[in-house]
DNA sequence: GAAAATGTTGTAAACGATTGCGGATTTTGC
DNA sequence: GCAAAATCCGCAATCGTTTACAACATTTTC
């Protein structure tokens, strides 16, 4: 059939019109009278002609994609977040295209590099770690932070950090715990520092003071949560809640405690943050704070759309609600 | 500084060259004498100059990027795949684009739409049902088929699901298991008929029969591994291990029967397939098959290049192998 | 020392679309 | 019935590269 593939000429040929009749007709059907239109239509779909994205791209000073910059992509924490990012740049015409960060060397280059690379009109960054020299540059393409942010002021996406700390270490108060640890993020990073200043502040908010040996460094991973576990049972008193700054963490702890015939959460309570999709299924049920992550990818997504649109660096941060999700990994404490 | 961004034209002014030789310098530097490169690169570096990929790909007519289709992009199951994906692609130059195929209405007219949209220069397809009418013409992009495949001729890269299964089947068996069950993937799919095939096969070779209740239907999801433990529960007699074919569906099942106060490994035994990352951080951590998600990645992305390059659209299929993985899921029979 | 081979660079034509401008043609207003 | 306005469409330039071809200079060969 098709030898090779139609290009606007051969519409236009065929429809006896100019090729920008038929590159009106498909943008801005309104401008071109209806008998034309059909003509030209008809023509579209007998010799099956897409446009060419590459030339129009080049004509319209675009590339029609955005990168989404992952620190890692192996992180199944992203996965539901780029699907949301994908949900509003598809129907738009726009591609979403995937890096990480840190698989290769030097990060911060990498960054420089997609920041100047033409390959894209935007960027989506997950990773709040870097800071490029690249960003400011005024001639750079926007770029808005989703879920973490720096103290620049550039746009982002994030959840309610702090208030889901504080709604996870409320919870355990209220069900009558009162010795309340706590498994942090990776240092330096800023979701890190805000879990736990949540946590400090609604401790010292209802008068509870805390020993220091009862935060235990993590890094989100499940490795690290099975490691604070091996901390935790060496401790003489040891807490009797703990809220874990990723359900991952909490996951990890949990294996472990288990594993030694302690039981969740009559021996421990616990609360994850996140709740990623597995922690429903365990035995218990995860007691966590949920991120709504895909309304993270859409949010990020339309806002960097419309910062493509109007041509700007700068646009309004915007912050997801969190919410507690009661499961069954907290007990309450007899007074 | 920079007020525009450089194009080649105003490297070449700045060297004294024409935008021929600037071109040459960058893609084949050694047809250009030393002097005029070392010129050219100068300005280049001055100028801050970066080929606009745009313009680059449309005159090479080609798009620099390749798509991985997949059913479900939320699905954890993939993102490690990508990584392998873009862990070849990166390095040669070639963008990553993401798309979800059963996001939308109708997913064999999105295949369509892809593979006719000149946005990539290959796919990556991982959902084996769909089979658009647009993958025999025979203008279309190199296609590969990556964990599923399709009884045409296109190229895939899989795993020995039918090897996975009897490895899983055949060590219940030597724990002296002989009342094995199984539940199942999605209906139609061929992972799950292949892995229920070998299930089957295990079983026949060893002379053991089941009776058909004890296949339980799934989808690979958590939820229908939980539904599959609900209709065990309710057996009269019960098949004291299961074959799951997929972790998370093990997740599932293990959650409500843990629920239940039934004990795992000691009461059911369970064996999972994919190995990924939670599974062996549950307790007790489960006993799987291993299936190599980043190297799948890497061999689909690398035969696809040669595909493009070669400009053929066939390519040497892959298998790629499996492997037991024993943790405390299951137990031994005493005989 | 002429002819041939080799090496280096520039000229200019693509690649396939979009769009400002202006010329026809039709409609509207009076 | 005629000028003005509106509508529709084509011409041709343009986006930023790459690359066939030709031109010229320099060696090599015999």
Redesign the pocket.
Known sequence: MDKKIA???DVAARA??????V??T??KPS???K???EAVLAAVDRTG?R??AT??N????RTGSVIALIPNLANPFFSQILAGINSVLHPVGYGLLIADTQAGPNPEDRLSAYLQSSMADGLILFDGTLSAEALKNPGRPPVVLACEWMDDDLPSVRTENARGAALAVGHLFDMGHRRIGHITGPQGNVLSETRLAGYRDALAERGVSTPPDWVFDGDFSMDSGAAAAQKWLQLETRPTALFCASDEMAVGFMGVVQHRGIRVPEDVSLVGFDNIEVVGHLSPALTTIRQRRTQIGEQAARLLLDMIEAGTLTGPSQIVEVELICRDSVARVPA
């Open positions: 290009t606007i000429q006896g019109v100019s090729t920008a009749t590159s009106r498909l943008s401008v071109v009278a008998a034309t239109r002609y446009v060419n030339a129009s080049l004509r319209r000073q």
